[in-house]
């Protein structure tokens, strides 16, 4: 019996994926066409097929109609061309319960296949390490390499000072304790410390030892800059992991920041995207809160309807990770069956009045993207200087919405 079933018209490449998985210890087959594939099914009882929408003669759709029929616990996953959104989002009503963009990496398979059939198993409450960093996207995979070589090298007697930027929300404070955790053992405990809350906060700074980390280090005074950066040359060993919105180097050409403190806390540098632009992540991220909430009420494990999942996917969570968690806690509270429908999705609606001129964002975003480049001649340095933003932050951007440097 076979955990998962490849259906995909182009043999090598269904050799291919299946040959990956089994690599990484599932068993796997594959068709090439609707007929094959219903009786492979019949055979083999996957737990798990991923589906070409286009199959030849045959059509995915259908086929995964059928298929859901024959089983309705069956989990499906989609192969559309890049583009496809609509055929994408017709697959999810239809019953799919994810979807991949073609061509996708192997490895982004075996991840999506191992996050659905691990699924029914029993799994921890409050991940540690790289388990906090959910996700098969780009963005997830390099945000995770950045954290597991930054915590490499803090295994000797000075660990280098990490700054991990990113918009509000978009789960800064999580990569920072994720990092923590990875290099535990040789960093001893980690003290939290909110740079917005004045009480107390000097005495955090000159006690601190072992880890610290300085959420909204943006806001630190000055005399709290200099308090930490006295504690700093005191204590070697401290290692400092600080999260921000915002861009410190501009901040210290206006004067608001220290520069001796900033070539400190950045020596490791970690850019957090905004949820818009790992929008492949937002299921995987959703299931993972919905499983966190029902654990917390008591409730039993929910699963989200094709439709609900649509409605997920076609938000753009300006409020990024933690806006979409508190979607989902809503949404499970609310709808006190182990199914969570599109109605029980209420988005909470943060826009101006209707009525009111708003302007368009993305738009206006896409303007001051285009003209920093234009006036820098395209120095991404320079432009991003402009914007106040990070590097990394602007080719981000410039990639959302297909910008080149000229």
């Not at 691990?118 to 996700?135: C, F, H, K, N, Y």
């Not at 204590?235 to 920041?257: C, D, H, Q, Y």
């Not at 806690?329 to 969570?340: C, D, K, M, P």
Request: glycine share 8%; hydrophobic share 45%; with cysteine.
């Amino acid at each position: 019996m076979a955990d998962i079933l490849v259906i995909e018209d182009e043999d090598v490449l269904a050799r291919s994926i299946v040959s990956f998985l089994e690599r990484r210890g599932f068993s796997a087959a594959f068709a090439v066409d609707a007929q094959s594939a219903l009786a492979m099914f019949k055979r083999e009882a996957p737990r798990l097929v991923i589906l070409d929408v286009r199959l030849g003669r045959d059509n995915g759709l259908d086929l995964l109609v059928i298929l859901r029929a024959q089983n309705p616990e069956l989990q499906v996953v989609v192969m559309t061309g890049h583009g496809d959104v609509t055929i994408a989002v017709e697959a999810m009503k239809r019953g799919a319960r994810d979807f991949l963009m073609k061509p996708a990496p192997l490895a982004m398979i075996a991840g999506m296949a191992a996050d659905l059939i691990l699924q029914d198993a029993a799994r921890p409450s409050d991940p540690t390490g790289l388990e906090r960093i959910v996700g098969r996207s780009s963005a997830a995979i390099d945000l995770r390499a950045a954290l597991r070589k930054l915590a490499s090298a803090a295994e000797g007697k000075v660990a280098p000072g990490v700054l991990i930027s990113g918009p509000r929300g978009s789960g800064k404070a999580l990569a920072a304790k994720a990092l923590h955790e990875l290099a535990q053992g040789s960093r001893g405990r980690a003290q939290v410390v909110q740079c917005a809350v004045a009480e107390g906060l000097s005495a955090k700074l000159e006690a601190a030892e072992g880890t610290l980390i300085l959420r909204h280090v943006d806001l630190l005074g000055d005399e709290d800059q200099t308090r930490l950066l006295r504690r700093l040359e005191a204590e070697p060993s401290l290692w400092v992991i600080a999260t921000t919105t915002r861009n410190l180097g501009a901040m210290e050409r206006k004067g608001a920041f220290r520069a001796d403190l900033l070539y400190r806390i950045q020596l490791g540098w970690v850019d957090v995207p905004a949820l818009s632009e790992h929008a492949s992540d937002i299921l995987p991220l959703a299931e993972g809160f919905a499983r966190v909430t029902a654990l917390r009420y008591g409730r039993s494990r929910p699963r989200f309807s094709g439709e609900a999942r649509v409605k997920l996917l076609q938000h753009d969570w300006p409020g990024n990770v933690r806006e979409l968690e508190n979607c989902v806690e809503r949404a499970v509270i609310q709808s006190g069956e182990a199914l969570v429908e599109a109605g029980d999705i209420r988005i909470i609606d943060t826009r101006e009045v209707e009525g009111a001129a708003v302007p368009n964002l993305s738009k206006m975003e896409e303007t001051a993207l285009v003209k920093a480049l234009r006036v820098t001649g395209g120095n991404v340095s320079r432009a991003a200087d402009m914007l106040g933003i990070s590097r990394d932050t602007l080719r981000y951007r410039m990639e959302k919405f297909g910008i080149s440097r000229r």
